[in-house]
């Protein structure tokens, strides 16, 4: 097991930087050594200035994931047509996985609708060989925005992170570090993550710092999945 990857120590005890690195991610992930990480989870912008970014994710996880790694990516809506052509250009469909969000309801005012879900996309590197995931619906508590204005709920991330095998796990889009918590501390496993603004990394590093894992190990992680 090796803390390093590339240039950057990875996360999952008290590392200086807690596996969270600032900068703009297709700067840093330059650094990044070909098909070394296992497994890729984020949340990209939603907003249709930032659909480029999904082109460059494709790419980019597609040199960085080793054969059968996977890359979900929770998405907005609005948009998916073009974020299935930008994803599709680099990576194989696996499944569009169904996130319950309750609570208050963000309105999408040039589509007249209100949804009470989101998207996870999932593709991957090659045929995708990994756990049995069950059902596709997931559900979640209410998104937390403690740290971070687009954050997402820890259960929401552990009803999918906790279905997955250890592993390097790379979240370009850090934010306010729920991946990191919940893969580097709740789970026990290796991350590394970059956020371009320095005062959300500062916050997300406390963050992650300050997560204790459960005394319950998470139900998905009792299932038995099939390996083939």
Same mark, same amino acid.
């Given at each position: ?46 907003? =249709? ?96 925005? =403690? ?82």
């Amino acid at each position: 097991m090796t803390d390093y990857l590339g240039p950057y120590q990875l996360g999952y005890n008290d590392t200086p930087e807690g596996g969270i690195y600032v900068g703009d991610a297709r700067e840093l992930a330059r650094a990044i050594p070909d098909e070394s990480v296992d497994l890729i989870f984020t949340d990209p912008p939603y907003p =249709r200035e930032y659909l480029p970014l999904w082109r460059w994710l494709g790419e980019e996880a597609s040199r960085v994931l080793r054969p059968g790694g996977l890359c979900l990516a929770m998405s907005g809506q609005s948009y998916l047509p073009d974020i299935y052509a930008a994803l599709s250009s680099s990576l194989e469909y696996h499944w569009t996985f169904l996130l319950e969000t309750p609570g208050e309801k963000c309105t999408i005012w040039p589509r007249r609708v209100s949804p009470g879900w989101k998207p996870v996309l999932s593709y991957s590197k090659g045929p995708y060989s990994g756990p049995w995931w069950g059902t596709d619906v997931m559900s979640s508590q209410m998104n937390d925005k =403690r740290f971070h204005r687009w954050g997402q709920s820890e259960s929401a991330v552990c009803s999918f992170l906790s279905r997955l095998p250890d592993g390097v796990l790379w979240e370009p889009f850090c934010g306010g570090g729920t991946t990191a918590a919940v893969w580097g501390k709740v789970l026990g496993h290796r991350y590394l993550a970059f956020e371009i603004d320095a005062l959300v990394a500062k916050a997300a590093r406390v963050r992650v710092r300050q997560t204790q894992p459960p005394l319950f190990v998470p139900e998905a992680q009792q299932l038995e999945f099939e390996r083939t």
